[in-house]
């Protein structure tokens, strides 16, 4: 072998070793776009997003007064409503129907850590005529178990949502959010606050829309190896959206 052609082989032979790693990475890429991908657009409500999954899509959850109409009709100020995936639970609560005091805006616990015009929220506003209504993921980003928000309770050592100070316990590993101030963990081994879903109000029509979220919902505690680990929910979990009204006493 002259010296031309051993250079050769090695220069082969490197190029191989350094782009070895890059191959899987690659496939999974490939597979997802054109394997995964149209399963997953069924269920995104991003059907006429020019952003497609890269956006958000703007969804109209509920009309104000058939919201009303059930806090005043069952007491329950908790709405479900899936979003951005059409089997992602995510919930409402009229955080002064709950608490009995005026919950106008709560400081965005994420506020400059994603990049985009959402991180720039300082302050998440309240809608409704109160101002009062919030939207949450209704999954826990401990480890993706889904939350017992319709389960009204009045301690925060049980699971479900306590009526008394807004604590959303997680019934899986303890984990609690604290809904008054955005979500932000107060107990148990969740790694971030709960994600909130950014809101809209139409006053004209009493419209409620959901147009994005504060965070990404997945969890941040389980290592994530292929595209389909980066959905905006755990897939190896089966969701459901409870039916409204839904909430029941816990105990």
Do not use: W
């Amino acid at each position: 072998m002259n010296r031309r052609t051993f250079l050769r082989l090695y220069l082969v032979v490197s190029a191989a070793i350094a782009i070895a790693p890059l191959v899987k990475p690659l496939a999974d890429y490939v597979g997802y776009f054109y394997n995964e991908l149209g399963t997953i657009s069924k269920k995104y409500l991003v059907v006429n997003n020019n952003d497609g999954l890269a956006g958000f899509p703007k969804y109209k959850i509920v009309n104000i007064k058939d919201f009303q109409q059930q806090v005043q009709s069952t007491g329950c100020p908790v709405y479900f409503f899936a979003y951005p995936l059409t089997n992602e639970p995510c919930f409402l609560v009229d955080l002064e129907a709950l608490l009995g005091k005026p919950v106008p805006q709560i400081e965005n616990p994420y506020y400059g850590q994603f990049a985009g015009p959402l991180g720039s929220i300082k302050v998440i506003k309240g809608v409704g005529p109160n101002n009062s209504i919030y939207g949450f993921s209704d999954v826990c980003v401990h480890l993706g178990c889904q939350l017992p928000a319709q389960v009204l309770v009045t301690s925060p050592n049980d699971p479900g949502l306590d009526i008394e100070d807004s604590i959303l316990h997680c019934p899986c590993h303890g984990s609690m959010y604290l809904l008054e101030k955005g979500g932000i963990v107060v107990g148990g081994p969740a790694p971030r606050p709960l994600p909130m879903v950014i809101l809209e109000y139409d006053e004209n029509t009493g419209d409620i829309y959901a147009v994005g979220t504060n965070a990404p919902y997945f969890s941040a505690s389980i290592p994530r190896t292929t595209p389909t680990d980066n959905l905006l929910y755990d897939p190896r979990y089966d969701y459901s959206t409870p039916s409204n009204p839904s909430c029941s006493k816990g105990g």
